[in-house]
């Protein structure tokens, strides 16, 4: 997999998209990187919470429930927001001097980060929560099933 992880690292991470051809974090990052963007998804966040009619404790659940939920979503965008703009100019690393290359294996950290981003701005921005671990598991056993089935036989040339 290290291969194919490296190509959709490069993915996530590549340039912002004017067209929107793609969905980059540094576009979503542009995309959500506005007061405006961050107050609507702020309010369709609460807005997922009923208004409810009745029993008045039943009604303080959910108003309370609203805006804990509000106020959860702007936190979370909020320090996305700051953390992405920031990683997207120049690393802390970058800062300090030269940053050593990259070595087989380090993709591996890289693509848990991308991937801990990718689940918090979409569950934000969306609504709705997905679990990448449980794909990224079955990509890997796909992987290993064909590359432990398959066989080359290779004549040498003479």
Known sequence: MHSF???QLCA??????QELAHNSIPTVHALIDDDAVIKILVRNVEGGWPDGEG???LLAYLKATRSEGGAK??????RLRQ???HALVETRAEKKGIVAPMKYGDE???LRETTRIIEELYLWVTGTNFDLSDNRELQARRARALWSNCKFDVTPRT
């Open 5 to 7: 992880e490296i190509v």
């Open 12 to 17: 996530l991470w590549d340039k912002p998209d």
């Open 55 to 57: 029993d008045p404790d």
């Open 73 to 78: 979503a702007l936190e979370a965008l909020s």
């Open 83 to 85: 953390v992405l703009a």
């Open 108 to 110: 591996q950290a890289l």
